[in-house]
């Protein structure tokens, strides 16, 4: 945790990616690992990453996105049993579309 803050905040300051391609080559990177899925969570009010920035990243890769009514940047801490919920939900849903695709 500490080390992604540092990383986070030096990329910040001195205007310098921590990953080579910056934020938006980490993603792609990830997407094209096999088996991975991602799912974009963003609270309502996070003053940090604005949600509708989160909703644009969504958007543009095609990511499930859901916006937490009411919620900050750390959703997944100011209510553990929503965020939890709504990952599950999430995976049940994904689940039912691979499910229905070998049918």
């Known amino acids: 945790w500490e080390r992604g803050l540092l990383a986070f905040t030096r990329s910040r300051l001195f205007n310098v990616d921590a990953y080579p391609g910056g934020d938006v ?8 690992l096999p088996h991975t899925s991602v799912i974009i969570i963003a609270g309502q009010n996070d ?14 890769f095609s990511l ?3 916006k937490l009514q009411g919620r900050g940047h750390d959703p997944f ?3 553990p049993e929503e965020f939890v919920t709504v990952i599950e939900t999430l995976l049940e849903e994904q689940e039912m579309d691979i499910l229905n695709r070998d049918i």
């Open 64 to 66: 499930p996105f859901v």
């Open 77 to 79: 801490e100011e209510n």
């Open 47 to 60: 003053k940090i990453i604005p949600s509708t920035a989160s909703e644009n990243v969504a958007e543009r």
């Open 25 to 32: 080559a980490l993603l792609s990177d990830v997407l094209n």
